[in-house]
């Protein structure tokens, strides 16, 4: 199956795969490295992503191709946020700005009303004083029915937003019932925005395989799969399951957001041709959930064990050095995502109780609203002089730049999705080689307890983490000496990983050749 169709000039490729992800692949460790390492292998790699304005965005990684779409939302909001709710709220103007319109014009006509009865008065016209009695009553008269109006719209806009009603859960529970796994098409049907924006590219660049990553890229993997295949191409189609869907937290507040989601997945896992995911457990409960024949092959969120010598020349940033504080200073850090259900809460209300401990937070977006309340939450304790927040590096140097804490802390709550995983920090941690403190999620809690490598804390529980930390930065060493253990580190490598995932795509597309090492690809590859 060595093809011809490759990015980069004269090199031999075991076929094309097209990856898709539904963000902007920055700050996504994981497809990245799936997107550089299968381009290492030997195939020809072009990762889809979304791009955040309305250009397309392109760079290389490795021998990987990106390209950022963009992605117009216009359907984002559902069919009947387009309509009058004429029985329900009667007094609401139709969607749009026309409420704020009317409400600024009777605003400006109130105004000019004034000024001229302001003028009418200076030059002491009584007539021009009468003559503006009416049109200022009217002018009264017409801004508070248009407000009242307004506020009626704002309402409705708010139960529709809410969609608490009891007819709101009738009619959810109504295209549940009727469409099934279907009905995301009526309760989310913003998913269509990420196929009209990806399925045109795909179909052009006429993959061998497809790489879904996660929930909302495996419908639109799907689609093209089936395209293709009806016109006469054989192409497969792998699904990459993150998360368990059913136990995430919610991306949106909308209450139609998550239903719909878990219709899309179980209308689209049947036409996957092999399921790769993160841990054995999340395996288990993919392959129960939806019917799957084989069980879906583990690939772990572990790092690089090793970098390019390109790589490996760039400075690092120094973690320390960005927190303003010295290697005598105790530090501990937290690097992902950041939001509630990760409980970087807890690492704040801990700092008056760990005087002389600095924590560091590395996340994508140092101004999120979320980072901003963390901020103003440190002040009022007192403490805001001992948080630091920072920006992501790059995946190859997370290790590298993690390395100058003290300790790396998963403070995450219990949810059904936190339970089941090592996530990518538990993994970069390690290879930092610090010393852990992590909540007594079931699975990182049971790791965590059987090697030593940390202390286990009761989630959101404050008290207890400050103990945790305490006992931590105690003994240090006693806890880092755990990667000592010969192999411990070698299992949790992305080149392990690497050559797991190449086996799914060699397994699908039984032509396509061995496995290309750096060595064996020709000198002009690696350049």
């Known amino acids: 199956m060595a093809v011809e169709n490759n990015t980069s000039a004269d090199r031999p490729v075991r076929g094309r795969i097209v990856m898709l992800v539904d963000n902007g692949v920055n700050g996504d460790s994981r497809v990245q490295k799936e997107a550089r390492s299968a381009a290492e292998a030997g195939w020809d790699v072009v990762l889809l992503g979304k791009a955040k304005g309305k250009k397309e965005q392109t760079w290389q990684i490795g021998d990987a191709q990106i390209r950022l779409l963009p992605v117009p939302g216009p359907m984002s909001r559902r069919r009947h946020e387009y309509r009058r709710a004429v029985l329900r709220s009667p007094l609401a103007y139709r969607p749009g700005p026309l409420a704020a319109y009317r409400r600024q014009k009777l605003k400006a006509r109130r105004a000019d009303l004034n000024v001229r009865l302001i003028l009418a008065k200076q030059e002491g016209s009584a007539l021009g004083r009468l003559r503006l009695v009416a049109p200022r009553f009217l002018a009264r008269f017409l801004y508070s029915w248009v407000k009242l109006r307004h506020r009626s719209t704002m309402a409705l806009e708010k139960r529709r937003k809410d969609m608490d009603s009891a007819l709101d859960r009738f009619t959810t529970a109504f295209w549940r019932k009727t469409m099934g796994t279907r009905a995301w098409r009526r309760l989310d049907p913003h998913l269509w925005d990420f196929e009209l924006a990806y399925g045109k590219v795909i179909d052009e660049l006429k993959p061998d395989l497809v790489h879904a990553n996660d929930f909302r890229m495996l419908g639109v993997g799907a689609r093209a799969t089936l395209r293709a295949r009806a016109k006469g191409q054989k192409v497969k189609l792998v699904w990459d399951a993150h998360e368990f869907l059913p136990g995430i937290k919610p991306w949106s507040p909308h209450p139609r957001w998550h239903v719909a989601q878990c219709a899309h997945e179980l209308e689209y ?253 020709p000198v002009e590859a690696r350049t």
């Open 269 to 521: 896992s049947r036409h996957a041709d092999a399921v790769t995911t993160v841990s054995d457990t999340l395996a288990g409960m993919l392959q129960e959930r939806h019917g799957l024949k084989a069980r879906p092959t583990v690939v772990l969120n572990a790092p690089d064990a090793e970098v390019s010598p390109e790589q490996a020349a760039e400075p690092v940033p120094d973690l320390r050095e960005l927190c303003g504080i010295g290697h005598d200073v105790p530090l501990t850090v937290y690097s992902g995502a950041a939001a509630h259900q990760r409980g970087l809460d807890t690492m704040v209300e801990s700092l008056p109780q760990l005087p002389d401990v600095h924590t560091a937070f590395v996340v994508l977006n140092t101004d999120s609203e979320y980072m901003r309340a963390l901020r103003a939450r440190a002040e009022e304790l007192g403490v805001d002089d001992r948080l630091h927040i920072v920006p992501y590096v790059p995946h190859y140097q997370v290790v590298r730049f993690l390395a100058a804490a003290d300790l790396g802390v998963i403070p995450i709550h219990h949810w059904p999705n936190h339970e089941i995983a090592l996530i990518t920090k538990f993994f970069e941690y390690s290879h930092a080689r610090l010393p852990l403190v992590v909540s007594d999620v079931k699975t990182m809690g049971s790791m965590v307890e059987q090697t030593g490598q940390g202390e286990v804390f009761r989630a959101e529980d404050v008290e207890d983490y400050v103990r945790a930390v305490k006992s931590v930065l105690g003994d240090a060493e006693r806890y880092r000496s755990v990667y000592d253990k010969p192999g411990l580190l070698d299992q949790w490598t992305w080149e392990a990983q690497a050559d797991v995932l190449d086996e799914v795509y060699s397994g699908l597309l039984p032509g396509s050749g061995a496995r290309q090492t750096a060595e064996q690809r």
